[in-house]
């Protein structure tokens, strides 16, 4: 079962340890200390949360639960023509189970509902991005390392 709740205060660390698990990879080549990378990728963490509450104020920002339990997190803002997917990510336990998929299918039914597009920006290394592909979710942008995927639904109403 997949619930949703507000992320807290409290969650900080779980947060932090859920960003770590999905850029711990990214630094095995690099020499440092397991306390180094720890701290580094704590860092980047308080650096994207506050970019996150900073350009994306009105977002929600959920921790996702699987049978009660905190498996990930999910933070969706939505705009006049377009549901922004600001960030989703799961602990490696919950991943390849399909709940990323399930979370996205419900995204996307909401955007059929609201007639709008569903977007996101990902890394072109991520390897969620075959599965934003295979739900077919097409790139129609770029912005640095990003790339600004959309999934339209034939409700939505044309770019502006």
């Known amino acids: 079962e997949i619930a949703f709740r507000p992320i807290e205060e409290a969650d900080t660390d779980l947060l932090a340890r859920l960003y770590a698990s999905t850029r711990w990879e990214e630094l095995a080549a690099v020499d440092w200390t397991d306390e180094q990378k720890t701290a580094f990728l704590r860092f980047q963490f308080d650096a994207q949360s506050d970019h996150y509450r900073k350009h994306y104020p009105n977002a929600s920002f959920d921790v996702v639960l699987v049978d009660g ?69 097409a790139r129609v942008g770029e912005h640095g390392p990003y790339l600004l995927m959309e999934w339209r639904p034939q409700t939505a109403r044309p770019p502006a």
């Open 69 to 137: 339990e905190p498996a990930g997190r999910l933070y969706v803002d939505e705009w006049e023509r377009e549901i922004r997917l600001v960030d989703v990510a799961l602990f490696p336990e919950h991943r390849g189970r399909g709940i990323g998929t399930r979370l996205l299918r419900g995204l996307m039914e909401r955007a059929e509902r609201a007639g709008k597009a569903l977007s996101i920006h990902v890394e072109g290394f991520n390897p969620a991005l075959r599965l934003y592909e295979r739900l077919g979710f």
